[in-house]
């Protein structure tokens, strides 16, 4: 109905004069007012015009067809009666507007000042194709369009198979559109699913379609659970301006009382900034009561064309708030300022870190904090036999209140050069040195007493020198492509290389696998070098479908001559012989989709590490599923072995209807982690979500319990959720 009000006056305008009989382009008059019709020529094709000067009424009849602008006007027959200030269009009348929204109608009347006018049997056809009949129409004041028995739903695929009812549309008595204010209002209106009415409502508004966004109040969500009792949130939506907003969501619950939580984003030239807050007045663990809260924030800023800055912050009262009250499942706070830039083959980057633990056994006094971390990287032109410098510079500083403390500054140059023989071998020739200074406290050197640490200075100058050769041979057919690829590089560095006094903070989490069989320094960060000469080698078979489909096979193995204690008992490499690593991924087409990776014993093939995920079928009936098996040993780390398996089982039932079941077990502690289930429906103009989780996760005040989440969305309405 909003375009039904922009159209009227222009239909007005052009009948104001006669017209001959095939085709005319006129100027509307001048007008002052700000809602006057907009001025232009004027297209204007009809099978006849007639005009009766002594009656004063110009008649156009047969396929009339006005255009004006981006607007196009049928109808059957068009008249105007200049003597009662009438306008008039009937038969087969369609309004075509530049929005790509359709108007049709039986008949529409209206006065010459344009601002009062009836229309009959009314249907808007909206670009988004949802869809508006009235038994009629009336507007008043050029303003303030009012339907009578209308109808509205957005809904087309959702259409009933049999009846063509859509799934859900809107009943009301009277529903006024107010263009000045940019809003709809209903009057005792019905919602309907299937045409049986399910929900009744004295009065219903929202914002037209011309409204981005405006404040006011959103879908209220309901829920509970045994901890917070039941729970309704109201949001409230505020549209602070153009570049800003915000959205409130005050939560009571039975239990806890009033939650306060709040969101702000505002968008700038160069940048964004999103906060995140929330507080109560609750029992914490232990039972007393006090504030217990939240504070997020994320920013980022272009400086200019090479600089931007940003950072997160993230903070709770207590360690249990976040998952008490369902805002973040995470157990480790992590605060990030940065400043970074990008030229040419340069990268460079200044940062700081502080974390927080919130598992129970967190110790914050041995929690660093890392400020700055500052990281330098180049990468030089290549000369003229191909070869290229590289460098990379590291400087970390990183303290805590009860431990060990860090300085280090590190530089690792290098220079590699490619080559590709005639044969087709492909050999890469490298080298680095890497120096390192370490400013240390209270360092805790392996052998001796707890507490007997040392402190100082400390070194290293570490080079390493090696080859990589590579030789794919690719046999080609109509079907497929098979590729067969042995690898076999070699290593020489310095045995040893860590000596006690440095300490280990950021290559402790050290995993052997296929993707770091060949590389360079094995462990993930400066702290430790892999001293020593070593071997490897592998083996990688590849089948390429020319219709898209993959599959491929890599199995290698390093060696060392002299063993030292660089890796420790049980990592898959302390030995001569390392464990034997590899993957297989395999996805021939869209049904079956496998990646797998694992570590075997070089002895026994014994497995060490397993990682497995696969999809496989139809969207009719499809599992998927990851394993996970890491066998730790001896090594003495954070987490130990590891054991865990997690699958789902899928069915797209029909086009509208979705069906799942999932399941996440921790084999090692012989423990269901979580489980549960999801029912969807979809189609173009609503979702209903159901889905029940079981959760067995038990820290302090965190105790297992039972969700069940019931979504409904509705397109261009908004959506509302329940929760118990």
């Not at 929005?99 to 988004?128: C, P, Q, W, Y």
């Not at 370490?438 to 100058?461: H, I, M, N």
Request: aromatic fraction near 10%; glycine fraction near 10%.
């Amino acid at each position: 109905m909003r375009r039904f009000a922009v159209i009227l006056p222009f239909l007005a305008v052009l009948l104001q004069g006669p017209a001959p009989p095939a085709l005319a382009q006129t100027a509307a008059p001048e007008s002052a007012r700000p809602d006057a019709p907009e001025q232009g020529p004027v297209l204007f094709r009809a099978d006849r015009v007639n005009h009766d000067r002594e009656l004063g009424i110009v008649v156009a009849t047969g396929n009339v067809e006005m255009t004006h602008g981006d607007r196009t006007l049928l109808a059957d027959t068009v008249s105007y009666n200049q003597r009662r200030n009438l306008v008039t269009a009937t038969g087969h009348v369609s309004l075509l507007e530049p929005t790509g929204d359709v108007l049709f109608a039986d008949h529409v009347e209206l006065t010459d000042d344009f601002k009062d006018g009836i229309i009959e049997n009314l249907r808007v056809l909206m670009s988004d194709d949802a869809r508006i009949a009235a038994v009629g129409g009336r507007r008043t004041g050029g303003n303030i369009t009012e339907m009578r028995n209308a109808v509205y739903s957005p809904c087309r695929t959702c259409a009933g198979r049999t009846t063509g009812t859509p799934i859900w549309q809107i009943k009301a008595v009277k529903i006024v559109h107010n263009q000045k204010e940019q809003i709809v209002e209903y009057n005792d209106a019905f919602m309907e699913f299937f045409g049986v009415p399910v929900a009744y409502t004295p009065y219903l508004s929202h914002p037209d379609p011309t409204v981005k966004r405006k404040s006011g109040v959103l879908a209220p969500s309901y829920g509970g659970d045994s901890e917070l009792g039941v729970t309704l949130q109201v949001p409230y939506y505020l549209n602070i301006a153009p570049d800003k907003d915000a959205t409130l969501r005050p939560t009571i619950t039975t239990n806890e009382g009033l939650v306060m939580a709040g969101e702000y984003r505002q968008r700038f030239t160069d940048g964004k900034l999103k906060l995140d807050a929330s507080g109560t007045h609750g029992s914490k663990n232990g039972g007393e009561d006090g504030f217990r809260g939240h504070f997020f924030g994320d920013a980022d800023f272009d400086l200019n064309n090479t600089w931007r800055t940003g950072g997160q912050v993230r903070l709770a009262s207590d360690d249990t708030y976040l998952q008490r009250y369902d805002i973040d499942s995470t157990d480790v706070l992590e605060n990030r300022l940065f400043v970074e830039g990008f030229r040419g083959r340069s990268y460079a980057q200044v940062e700081g870190y502080h974390w927080r633990g919130l598992r129970q056994n967190d110790d914050p006094s041995t929690t660093p904090v890392v400020a700055p971390l500052a990281n330098f990287n180049f990468l030089g032109e290549p000369g003229d036999g191909g070869g290229r410098w590289e460098m990379d510079a590291n400087m970390l500083v990183l303290t805590r209140t009860g431990g060990t403390d860090s300085r280090r500054l590190s530089l690792t140059s290098g220079w590699r050069l490619p080559h590709i023989a005639r044969s087709g071998e492909v050999y890469s020739l490298w080298a680095t040195l890497q120096s390192d200074a370490y400013l240390v406290d209270d360092v805790q050197e392996p052998g001796k007493a707890t507490g007997d640490t040392s402190s100082g200075l400390a070194g290293r100058l570490f080079p390493r020198i090696g080859m990589d050769w590579r030789y794919p041979f690719a046999s080609h057919s109509a079907r497929y492509t098979q590729v067969v690829e042995p690898v076999v590089g070699v290593a020489l560095s310095p045995n040893g290389g860590n000596p006690d006094d440095i300490p280990n903070e950021d290559s402790q989490d050290f995993e052997f696998d296929d993707t770091n069989l060949l590389s360079a320094n094995r462990f993930t960060g400066l702290d430790r070098v892999e001293g020593g000469q070593r071997l490897y080698y592998g083996m990688r078979f590849g089948v390429y479908g020319g219709a898209g489909g993959a599959s491929s096979v890599f199995v290698g193995q390093s060696y060392r001559p002299r063993t030292d204690d660089t890796f420790a008992e049980g990592s898959g490499l302390s030995d001569h012989f390392s464990d034997i690593v590899g993957s297989v991924q395999i996805k021939p087409l869209n049904l079956v989709d496998l990646d797998y990776r694992f570590r075997l014993d070089k002895d026994d093939l014994t497995p060490r590490r397993n990682e497995v995920q696969f999809s496989i079928g139809p969207p009719a009936l499809r599992v998927t599923g990851n394993y996970l098996f890491v066998d730790q040993g001896t090594v003495d780390r954070e987490f130990g072995t590891r054991s865990e398996i997690s699958g789902m089982i899928s069915s797209q039932i029909t086009r509208d209807w979705r069906f799942a079941v999932f399941t996440r077990r921790d084999l090692e502690d012989d423990s269901t982690l979580n489980h549960g289930f999801q029912l969807t429906y979809l189609c173009d103009c609503f979702t209903a979500h159901l889905s029940f989780v079981r959760t067995f996760t038990q820290d302090r005040d965190v105790r297992p319990s039972d969700t069940i989440l019931l979504r409904l969305v509705f397109k261009n309405l908004g959506e509302v959720e329940t929760a118990g």
